[in-house]
């Protein structure tokens, strides 16, 4: 499944784009997730925590940059990943471009995203649901670290559905 998501980073395009590319830095504004000792400067380890609904994985994994053009401000990162419990499995091809925008930045960040395993009983609907708060999170910890304001707040164990969904 394809999903689509874009964010605001109010600073330059050079000074987001350091940023952006930057993964152990970047990494800590993604919500539940860690990042390893890197293997090099292309390739980590690390893990994420997700909860959809009464389900909650972990995945472990390997992320590698496969593309990077700092003039065409784009980057090709394929991800993939185990639940911990052996119960499924994710790979993800993330693309990410920016451009900027009346002296701010404008990101986008489209997933080609296969995941096998409970958590994908939910479907395309809850997923994109849980994608667009991740990214609504993310973007907001990464203006923080950008723009040095307040600090993120830790990231959480889990990043759950259940605050999504009514009921």
Do not use: H
């Not at 479907?123 to 994608?131: C, D, F, T, Y």
């Amino acid at each position: 499944m394809r999903l689509r998501n874009t964010f605001q980073v109010p600073t330059s395009i050079d000074t987001a784009w350091m940023v952006l590319t930057d993964i152990p830095r970047l990494a800590p504004c993604m919500p539940g997730a860690r990042l390893d000792e890197p293997s090099g400067d292309r390739e980590f380890t690390g893990a994420v925590k997700v909860k959809v609904g009464p389900i909650g994985v972990e995945y472990r994994g390997t992320a590698r940059v496969l593309e990077r053009d700092d003039v065409g401000r784009r980057m090709v990162v394929e991800g993939r990943a185990r639940d911990v419990r052996g119960q499924g499995d994710a790979t993800a091809v993330i693309t990410l471009t920016a451009r900027e925008e009346s002296g701010t930045t404008m990101a986008e960040v489209v997933t080609d995203l296969d995941i096998s395993g409970r958590i994908a009983q939910f479907g395309r609907g809850a997923l994109e649901q849980v994608s667009g708060r991740l990214v609504e999170e993310f973007a907001g910890r990464l203006r923080a670290e950008v723009t040095g304001g307040a600090a993120p707040p830790p990231a959480a164990d889990a990043v759950s559905l259940r605050t999504l969904l009514p009921g």
